[in-house]
């Protein structure tokens, strides 16, 4: 009686295994997919003047470095975000894509702070552009998985 309450279990164990064994196989070149096509997409958005967060952009610009043009600032910004998913994609560009990716990240997160009226509707209720920001925090952690899983650089000594 005993052995008809385990299959069940077995089953459900080896499907487990299964889906692991999947999950690691894939979860890196997905990872790095995902990061590239949300960079460099929402950088292409930017450089077409089509980005929902252009005025979020701008307003940033006019605050924090108001002696560079918008035009050309959201020209490099785009770029910077393409460059940032192109070195995602790219085996051996992780840590250039993250190194890439600190600053982008910072800057990202100044409209927390400078712009309080277009990221915030109350004490940690976030607008949906303050939403947009924090989830940020989801490719950092996608970042740091993506550098967790890199092999250390060797130094000839």
Not at 2 to 24: A, T
Request: positive net charge.
């Amino acid at each position: 009686m005993g052995g008809k309450f385990w299959y069940p279990m077995l089953m459900i164990s080896q499907i487990d295994v299964h889906i692991i064994s999947w999950l690691r196989r894939y979860s890196f070149p997905l990872a790095r997919i995902s990061l590239f096509v949300v960079f460099f997409w929402f950088g292409a958005l930017k450089i077409l003047h089509t980005s929902p967060a252009n005025p979020l952009v701008e307003a940033l610009l006019s605050r924090t470095l108001p002696f560079l043009t918008f035009e050309k600032f959201i020209l490099f910004f785009g770029a910077y975000e393409m460059l940032i998913g192109t070195a995602f994609l790219i085996p051996g560009l992780e840590r250039v894509a993250i190194v890439l990716l600190i600053p982008h990240i910072i800057t990202t997160i100044l409209p927390l702070i400078f712009l309080p009226q277009i990221t915030w509707q109350g004490f940690l209720i976030p607008t949906l552009e303050g939403q947009y920001i924090i989830k940020n925090s989801v490719i950092v952690a996608l970042a740091f998985s993506i550098a967790a899983r890199l092999q250390p650089m060797k130094t000839d000594q």
